[in-house]
């Protein structure tokens, strides 16, 4: 493993903003190339050496080891070792640490450090480490960030600048609910994804035609079962209650299902998928105008977690977040958040912040 402590000749403090990246494989070298693509110096880490020495030759990272004075650490290591690697990143550099793990509560309980926020981009692809590094990856992709009452104010609004300097959108959710909700549209999906593979390759056995007609919406809705089969085992092991009780909620909707068709109870199975039709053209959808957006500028409260409140009120209300950036109030050194969201929720949006103790004012941009 390359040394935490390895000599950084080529980083200077005049060369440009500076970060780390512990974890060389697909997400974390994506984000080392995002990062290194808008001018950043970015310094890579790995268990694997062969892998930080392919970094610098693919030019992602400008040398392998650790900045300790960086503006930012991202940790992409697997899920059970993320703990014990933010920790060491905490302890050997002076900015802000985060980390890309797809489960929240077990690093978010372990770390207490002001200067750490989770996150998690919901971003990848079917390829795997440096072979399918990105820049582009988080390019209109929900990145979660969540804080937690020890994260401090000015860490949450340097990790997202970062993140939606790289494309992303930013959404603020506690970590408990975060694992709640991705073992719903990730975890569980992925499972399934695998379980109806494991079907199609079965019957194949008795129906050679099978997996050669297997095409259109079966393609679609198995391909993610192609990812990295080993991640998913710290995965289900990181979040195995909130999977569960995922599980156990598809199986009773399958269920159903089963004797909706078994009954051939037309109403009911109709009323199921019309109600499935109608929740899936309701997914959010990206392509606001700026004539359709509204911007709201929040004065910060002088207490912990104010800044962070602000974007976790946002995704409870449903309300996207176009753009948020902290900027300083000219009546004083406190920060005034401003964000862009969706007019036609800027009047809910506003009413929640007003029920929390905030005093947003609000402008049409159209």
């Known amino acids: 493993m390359t040394s935490a402590f390895s000599a950084v000749p080529t980083v200077s403090r005049e060369a440009g903003r500076r970060a780390n990246v512990a974890?060389?494989?697909?997400?974390?070298?994506?984000?080392?190339?995002?990062?290194?693509?808008?001018?950043?110096?970015?310094?890579?880490?790995?268990?694997?050496?062969?892998?930080?020495?392919?970094?610098?030759?693919?030019?992602?990272?400008?040398?392998?080891?650790?900045?300790?004075?960086?503006?930012?650490?991202?940790?992409?290591?697997?899920?059970?070792?993320?703990?014990?690697?933010?920790?060491?990143?905490?302890?050997?550099?002076?900015?802000?640490?985060?980390?890309?793990?797809?489960?929240k509560t077990g690093v978010a309980t372990a770390i207490t450090d002001p200067r750490f926020i989770g996150g998690h981009p919901m971003a990848g692809s079917e390829l795997e480490g440096l072979d399918g590094a990105d820049g582009s990856m988080f390019e209109g992709a929900v990145w979660v960030l969540?804080?937690?009452?020890?994260?401090?104010?000015?860490?949450?609004?340097?990790?997202?600048?970062?993140?939606?300097?790289?494309?992303?959108?930013?959404?603020?959710?506690?970590?408990?609910?975060?694992?709640?909700?991705?073992?719903?549209?990730?975890?569980?999906?992925?499972?399934?994804?695998?379980?109806?593979?494991?079907?199609?390759?079965?019957?194949?056995?008795?129906?050679?035609?099978?997996?050669?007609?297997?095409?259109?919406?079966?393609?679609?809705?198995?391909?993610i079962a192609s990812g990295h089969p080993a991640i998913w085992l710290d995965i289900c092991a990181e979040n195995r209650p909130a999977i569960v009780s995922a599980l156990d909620g598809l199986i009773v909707g399958l269920q159903e299902m089963r004797e909706f068709v078994a009954a051939d109870d037309r109403p009911r199975l109709l009323h199921r998928l019309q109600r499935?039709?109608?929740?899936?053209?309701?997914?959010?959808?990206?392509?606001?105008?700026?004539?359709?957006?509204?911007?709201?500028?929040?004065?910060?409260?002088?207490?912990?977690?104010?800044?962070?409140q602000i974007f976790t009120l946002a995704a409870e209300l449903g309300v996207n977040v176009d753009s948020f950036e902290v900027v300083h109030s000219v009546e004083g050194n406190r920060g005034v958040a401003v964000v862009l969201v969706d007019a036609s929720a800027a009047d809910l949006y506003r009413g929640g912040l007003i029920a929390r103790g905030y005093r947003p004012s609000v402008h049409r941009l159209g």
């Open 23 to 103: 974890g060389l494989g697909l997400i974390g070298g994506s984000i080392a190339a995002a990062l290194t693509e808008r001018g950043w110096v970015v310094v890579g880490d790995d268990l694997v050496d062969q892998r930080v020495q392919r970094a610098i030759e693919m030019g992602i990272i400008a040398v392998g080891g650790t900045d300790p004075g960086a503006e930012i650490t991202f940790v992409a290591t697997p899920v059970l070792a993320l703990a014990q690697r933010v920790a060491r990143a905490l302890a050997e550099t002076s900015g802000v640490v985060t980390d890309v793990g797809s489960v």
């Open 146 to 223: 969540t804080p937690t009452d020890h994260t401090d104010d000015a860490t949450f609004a340097t990790v997202a600048a970062v993140v939606a300097d790289l494309g992303a959108d930013v959404v603020a959710l506690p970590p408990e609910r975060h694992d709640q909700v991705v073992a719903v549209i990730s975890h569980v999906p992925h499972l399934t994804a695998a379980t109806l593979m494991g079907l199609a390759s079965d019957r194949a056995e008795e129906h050679a035609a099978l997996l050669r007609l297997a095409a259109g919406g079966f393609r679609d809705m198995t391909r």
């Open 276 to 308: 499935a039709r109608e929740a899936r053209a309701n997914l959010p959808t990206r392509g606001t105008q700026p004539e359709e957006l509204s911007e709201i500028r929040i004065p910060i409260p002088d207490r912990p977690g104010a800044a962070a």
